[in-house]
């Protein structure tokens, strides 16, 4: 079983930064990727961008060049890196870790852009 706790969410204005952390506890052996997904309201959910345990990255479309996702000294935990926001950024964004096997996702945390 693994367990992931996201931090660093909050209300930014449009141009400002944000960096947000995914840790993951428990049985983390066997990691295969990490990854940040947001979903806004009325949306469907997006890929923003994933690490894999080589460290190669892929990022969505619309955050390229303003995103990046890198891996911490603990190879379970993954941050983001958001510059340039902007208001369409807005949306609650989720970490997402695979094996091999099974997939799991942590709780969420709300990114605000607005004015």
């Known amino acids: 079983q693994v367990r992931l706790v996201e931090s660093g969410g909050g209300l930014v204005q449009p141009g400002g930064s944000l960096r947000l952390s995914c840790a993951a506890s428990g049985n983390t052996l066997s990691i295969r990727t990490m990854a940040w997904y947001r979903q806004a309201p009325g949306k469907q959910r997006e890929l923003v961008a994933v690490i894999d345990t080589g460290g190669s990255t892929n990022y969505g479309d619309s955050v390229k060049g303003r995103f990046t996702i890198s891996r911490g000294d603990a190879k379970s935990t993954v941050h983001l890196q958001m510059n340039s926001l902007k208001p369409e950024d807005t949306a609650v964004y989720s970490c997402?870790?695979?094996?091999?096997?099974?997939?799991?996702w942590g709780q969420g945390t709300q990114v605000t852009v607005s004015s």
């Open positions: 997402k870790l695979e094996t091999w096997f099974v997939a799991y």
